[in-house]
């Protein structure tokens, strides 16, 4: 008997669980800009950010937020997908071209990733951050302001330590997805 009643409760709660693991991984994004080749798409929900980041590359993708210049003082999520495992890594801009990991420089890590994939010679990450982390090393986000963003990615490895091949510099306002 009571096998009967367990049956249709672990089919529901498996059902339940497949569902809410479906809706982590398609996230809908509000906003979208295509910058030359790379594509940037967004939504604010909330205190975070959720951003998904796509280029013609099997190497690192890479967006950072509010330099003073170049790169200098921005925060920097950058990535790639080896083997299927996705690496994402929260960096400072410590000069203008350069950055740094939060976590080597006193900061701390406040991305959160959502997942990626590397397919056809095309790159996406998927990360969450908060838009205003608390942690000095990085920036706060107001999305009702407008934000400078700089993109970029890199050849066909996956290392953080090689040179971009594309970057580019705009300005917009993450809460109506206006480019300036």
């Keep these: 008997m009571s096998r009967k009643l367990f049956t249709p409760i672990a089919v529901l709660t498996l059902l339940v669980s497949l569902s809410l693991v479906s809706t982590a991984w398609s996230v809908d994004y509000q906003h979208s800009l295509d910058i ?5 798409s967004w939504s604010v929900n909330g205190d975070k950010l959720d ?4 280029a013609p ?3 690192w993708v890479a967006v950072g937020f509010n330099p003073s210049k170049k790169m200098k003082d921005a925060d920097i999520i950058i990535g ?9 890594k ?8 350069q950055h740094k990991s939060d976590e080597k420089i ?13 397919e056809n010679g095309v790159t996406t990450i998927e990360f969450s951050i908060p838009l205003n982390s608390g942690d000095t090393k990085d920036s706060v986000i107001d999305p009702a302001a407008d934000t400078v963003i700089i993109v970029g990615y890199g050849t066909e490895r996956d290392s953080f330590k090689v040179k ?12 109506s997805g206006q480019k300036k």
């Design 36 to 40: 030359e080749k790379m594509n940037f």
């Design 51 to 54: 951003v998904k980041l796509s």
């Design 57 to 59: 590359t099997t190497g």
């Design 80 to 88: 790639y997908v080896k083997k299927g495992k996705v690496t994402i």
């Design 90 to 97: 929260d960096e400072f801009g410590s000069a203008p071209t």
């Design 106 to 118: 006193g900061g701390t890590s406040n991305v959160t990733v959502v997942g990626g994939s590397e």
């Design 164 to 175: 971009h091949v594309f970057r580019d510099t705009l300005t917009v306002n993450l809460a």
